[in-house]
Every structure is written in structure tokens, then in C-alpha cells.
């Protein structure tokens, strides 16, 4: 049986995948609160309703201004790199990446209905969703043994793998060369 020599690289694209899923799910309902906090009912109703109204591809415009409106920080980011100030890019990547993927996850939470319904959209997100199901699948022996150590280091376990640690440790020392 031939070993696949890109299993790693396939596994890494597959973290990335989820890293983003992952963000991307767990930042939607943060934006949404924050986007509740604010008192604009009203304003909030009629976007909503405004959206409603509008056709397919200019909700794909409205589902594209996040990405429009992170790319001054982009830029920013890349003036931070040019000039050696590694703390300032890491903050600024990290902030657009939050900011990115929050308002895009909100506002394409409101225009959903109206992407899938452009044919080619559809195609893009049924594939999304596909990679997404594929990336879990590549990574769950991974995501499994890592459950399995976290389990093993659980405060009423620690003292238990720890000593079998140390008889591994002992035995691994004292074998024959």
C-alpha cells in the first residue's frame, strides 16, 4: 500500500478549513448580539425588509461591502510588514480577520436566501459545504487523539497517566540496547 506523501498538507488545509469554519460559526452570533445591543429597531427592520426586496445580485453587493470594508486594514496590514513591525501586523491581522468574519458571517445570515438563489452561488456554497464536511472528516482521528489526551489529563485522571508516564519513561530507559 502506497502512503500518500501530501496526507500532511491535506491535513493542515483541512485545520485551516475548520479554523474558519469554526470562527466563522462561533463569530456570527457574537456580531449578532453586539448588533442587537445597539438600539437601532427601527433601522434594523427596515434593512432587514430592504433586503427582502432586493434582487439576487444586489444582495450580492450588500454580502460583498464587509469585505470591501476590511480592505483598508489589509493594506494596513501589508504597510506593517513592509516595515518590520511584526506586533502591529499579528494585531491588525487578527482584528480584520474578527471583524471580516463576523460582519460577513451577519450579513450573509440576512442575504441567504437571495444568494442561492443565483445559480453559480449555489454551486460555490454547496461546494463550500462539501470541503467543510470533507475537512472534518480528514481531521477526525486527529481531533479524536487529541480528545483522548485531553480526557487523560482531566484533573480526577492526571495522577493515573502521569504514573503510567513514568513506568512508560523507566521501561523505555532500562530496555535492552
Known sequence: MRRNVF????????LLLLLEAWLWDHLEPIVARVVNLL???????????????????????????????????????????ATGNWLATIVVLVLAKLIGLGV??????????????????????????????????????????????IWMFRPERARRTFRRLMRLRRAYRNRPA
Request: charged fraction near 20%; proline fraction near 8%; avoid cysteine.
Open 104 to 149: 460577513t458571517a451577519f450579513v450573509f445570515d440576512a442575504t441567504r436566501e437571495k444568494l442561492l438563489q443565483i445559480p453559480w452561488f449555489r454551486r460555490m456554497y454547496d461546494w463550500v459545504m462539501w470541503a467543510r464536511g470533507w475537512a472534518y472528516s480528514q481531521t477526525e482521528p486527529i481531533r479524536a487523539r487529541i480528545r483522548k489526551i
Open 7 to 14: 496526507r500532511p498538507l491535506w491535513v493542515i488545509l483541512a
Open 39 to 81: 438600539p437601532w429597531g427601527k433601522i434594523k427592520i427596515a434593512v432587514a425588509r430592504w433586503i427582502e426586496d432586493l434582487p439576487p445580485y444586489a444582495a450580492l453587493v450588500v454580502f460583498v461591502v464587509p469585505l470591501v470594508i476590511v480592505l483598508p486594514l489589509k493594506f494596513l496590514e501589508l504597510y506593517f510588514i
